[in-house]
C-alpha cells in the first residue's frame, strides 16, 4: 500500500502543479493549451541547468524564467496580437515541444536522452529520517499541499482571486470597477510559468534525473482536462489531477496482475481513457465547460 | 453653460468617435449638486456612452471633465471610482457565479485575505442597513433583476458615491419595483448623493427628477431643463425634433381595428404543462387567438406568460391538452414545423434569444428562412445580404451595413431587425414578447404601428407586457395570468382596477 501510495504522489504531483497553472489561467478567461509546452520547457530546462550549472536552485531559476518567458509570449498573442487562444495555446505547446529537442540536440548534438548527476533533493536528505517510507520522494511533493492551499487562498479568499475570476467570466464588470482584465491575465499567465516550471521540473528530476524528447507524454493536456474536471477550483482540480494519477497507478498496477492476459496497451492507455471518461462526468454534473464571455459591449 | 462651485460635474465638448461615428459631438453639461438630473434621447442619442464617459469607462476623443473642480483623465474608471462617481449598467455587471458578498467584494477596496463567513456577514450588514433584501450567500445568477440592480446600487455605495449614475436602471422593472427604485433614489438624494438617471419614458422622468438633459443624435439639445417647467409633450418634441413628432403624434390616432375576419390563428385546449425553468407551469388553460386580433397578456412577471410563450414554441413539456394553429394540430409538432406553419416570436430576451449578437447582421436576419429549408439547402450570402439590405432599409434600421455584427446596434435597431426578420407575409400567429422593453418612444411607437399593421394584415397576435397602458392601448383583449392559470378575460374599455385585482390575487 505505502508503495502506492508513493507511486501516485509521484505521477500526480507534475500533474497537480501544471493543473493549478491552468485553473488560475481559466479563471481569469484564458483556455490554456500551452500547459504541456511550459510543461517540457520545465522539465528540460531543469535538467539543462542541473547539468550545466551543477546546481539544483539555479536551475529551478531557469526553468521559472524560460516558463514565464512563454508565458509572456503567450499572454502577448492573445492579449496584445488577439491571437485565437486555442490556437495560440496550441502553438505554444509545439513551440516547446519541439524548441526542447532543438535545444537539446544544439548543445549536445544528439537529441538523445539528457541524465544529470543529481536531481531535486529529497525529502529525507533535507529534513532528516522523519517521513519513513516517504523519505525518497523529493522536497516538491513536500511543497505541493501548501502550493495548492496557498492557490485555494489566493483565488477563493482574496480580492485579487475575485478580480481574476471576474475578468474571465464577465470582463466587463471588471473593467467597470477599475480592474484591467488583461493585466489580470498577465498575472495569472505568470503565476502559471511558474507552476509550470515546478510540475516540469519534478517530472524530471523529482524521482528521475532525466530529460528525454516529448517526456510529458500528453500530462499538460490531461492537467488541462483536470482543470475542466475540477470545475476551475483548485481544491477540485487536484482532486481531478490526483484521480487520473491513480487511474495510471492502477494501470500499472493491474499490468503486473494481468500480466499478458489484457493487452499491454490498453492498461497504458487507462489515464486518458480516465481523462475522457472525468470530462464526459463534468460535463454531465455541471453543464460544458463555459466559455470565456469576452463580448465587451460599448453601445447604447 | 453655468459655471458654478455648486456644480459637482461639468464637461466640456465632449466627443466620442467610434471609427466614423460620432456617439457624442460637442457635449458640455454641467450638474448641480444634490439634486437627480435626468438624461434622456432616444436609443442611439448617446446616452448610455455619455455615462460610460463619466464613469471613465470610455476615454473621449476630446474635451475635459471636471468632477468636484478637479480635472478628470477620462478612460480612467480607477479615477473615477476615487473622485465618488459610481455607475450601475443597463445590463448588471455582476459575475455570475459569484455571491452577493463576493461580488461586492471585488471592487471594493478593503480586506487581505479573508473567511467566506465573515465576508458574508460584513456585506450582509451593509445590505441590510440599505434596505436591500438579499442575502450575501446567494449567488447573482440566482436573483431576479430587481434584485441585482438593487445589489449594483449597493455596490455603488459601498466607496462613499457622491456621483451616482444609473443607465436605464428602469428598463428591465416592472411598475411596482420601479416605484420602489425611485423611493431609495430619492432617499440617496436625502443623504446627499448626486444622481444621474438615464431615462428613456418621460412620465418616469417628470415624477423622480428635477433637471433634464435632452440629447438628440450624440448632441447636446438643450440643459440643464428645470422639470417644473416643462410637460411630456414638449419634452418628447426636444427628443424626437419637432417635424418627427408632428408624425407620431398623428400615427398614435390612426387605425384602429379592422373588421376581425373569423378564422382563429392561435386555439389553446385545457393545456397543461410540466413545470418550467422559467416560471409557473400551466394548468387548464383555454385560449383562442382570432386572425386579425391582438390579445394581451397582463400578469405580474412570473406567473406563466413565459411558459405560454414556451409552450406555443414547444420549449416545455406538455402534459396534456392541444394546440391548434390555423386549425392544424401542432401538439406533436416541432418548433421548426410549428414556424413554418406561420409562428413567429419576437422573444423576451432580445440580446440572448432574438440575436446572435456576435454574429453579423445579415445572417442573424436569414437565419429564419434556413430553419425553415431543409437541412441541406445551401446558404447563399450575396443573395441573403441583398434581401437583408432591402429588408432593413424597408423597416428603417439604421445600420452601416450587414455585415455588422447585430451586438454593435442599438437596442431599437436590434429590435427592428427581430422585427423585420418575424413578422414577413406568411405570419400568422406573432408571439411579441415584451417587444417594447428598453426602447424609446420613437422605437416603441413603430413596434406599435409594425404590430398593429400585421393585425390588419390577418395575423393572429400575442402580446405580452407588463407595461399596462401600453397593453390597454393595442390590445382587443386582455387576458390575465395567474400561478400558471387563466384566470381573467377582459375586453374594451378596460378597467384597470379589475384588471389589476385579478393580477394582485397572486400574492394573497
Known sequence: MEEMIIAILRSATPLIYVTLAGVIAQRAGIWHLGLEGLMIVGACSTILGIVLTGSVFYALLLACLFCILGSIIFWFVVEKLKANQIIAGLGLTGLGLGGTTLAVEAIFGTPAAVNAKFGLPKIGYVFGDIFGAFNGLSILVLLMPFVVFGMWLLICRTRLGLQITASGEHPFAARSVGVNPSRMRFIALMIGGVLCALGGAELAAGSLQIFAQNMTAGRGFMSFAAVIFGASHPIGAMLAASFFAIVGALGIRAQLVFGDDVPHDLLLGLPYIATIFGIWLSAKLRGGAKAVSGFDELRD | MVKSDNNIFECNNITVSFGSVHALQNVSVAFERGKIHAVVGQNGAGKTTFARVVAGLIQPSTGKILVNNKQMLGGDVKQARAAGVELVHQSFALPPSFTVAEAMQFGASNGKIYSRRGLEKFWQKHLDNLGVNVKSKQKIKDLPVETLQAVEIARALISDAKFLILDEPTAVLSPETTDKLFERVRQLKQSGVTIILVLHKLKEVLKIADTVTVLRGGKLVQSPIS??????????????????????????????????????????????????????????????????????????????????????????????????????????????????????????????????????????????????????????????????????????????????????????????????????????????????????????????????????????????????????????????????????????????????????????
Request: proline letters at 3%; hydrophobic letters at 40%.
Open chain 2, 227 to 508: 422639470c417644473e417647467n416643462i410637460d411630456v409633450k414638449k419634452l418628447s418634441a426636444m427628443i424626437i425634433g419637432e417635424n418627427a413628432s408632428q408624425n407620431l403624434a398623428n400615427s398614435n390616432r390612426a387605425a384602429p381595428s379592422v373588421a376581425i375576419k373569423p378564422d382563429t390563428a392561435l386555439d389553446i385546449k385545457q393545456l397543461s404543462t410540466i413545470k418550467d425553468v422559467e416560471g409557473a407551469a400551466l394548468t387548464d388553460v383555454n385560449l383562442t387567438i382570432a386572425a386579425g386580433e391582438i390579445v394581451g397578456v397582463a400578469g405580474i412577471e412570473g406567473n406563466g406568460q413565459r411558459t405560454l410563450v414556451r409552450a406555443i414554441a414547444d420549449m416545455v413539456g406538455i402534459k396534456s391538452g392541444e394546440i391548434y394553429l390555423n386549425d392544424q394540430n401542432m401538439t406533436q409538432m416541432s418548433h421548426l414545423e410549428r414556424r413554418s406553419n406561420g409562428l413567429r416570436i419576437i422573444p423576451f430576451e432580445r440580446n440572448v434569444e432574438g440575436l446572435s449578437l456576435s454574429s453579423p447582421l445579415w445572417e442573424n436576419w436569414s437565419i429564419r428562412n434556413y430553419l425553415q429549408r431543409p437541412i441541406f439547402s445551401l446558404i447563399k450570402p450575396k443573395e441573403d445580404r441583398k434581401a437583408c439590405n432591402t429588408n432593413l432599409k424597408k423597416w428603417n434600421v439604421h445600420y452601416s451595413n450587414v455585415d455588422q455584427l447585430a451586438g454593435s446596434l442599438s437596442g431599437g435597431n436590434a429590435q427592428k431587425v427581430i422585427l423585420s426578420r418575424e413578422m414577413d407575409d406568411e405570419a400568422k400567429l406573432i408571439i411579441a414578447a415584451q417587444p417594447t422593453r428598453g426602447l424609446d418612444i420613437g422605437a416603441t411607437d413603430f413596434v406599435w404601428k409594425s404590430l398593429r399593421k400585421a393585425r390588419d394584415n390577418g395575423c393572429g397576435i400575442l402580446f405580452i407586457s407588463s407595461d399596462l397602458d401600453e397593453l390597454f392601448d393595442i390590445s382587443d383583449r386582455v387576458i390575465v395570468f395567474l400561478s400558471g392559470q387563466l384566470v381573467g378575460e377582459f375586453m374594451p374599455p378596460f378597467d384597470i382596477k379589475k384588471i389589476g385585482a385579478a393580477m394582485i390575487e397572486a400574492d394573497l
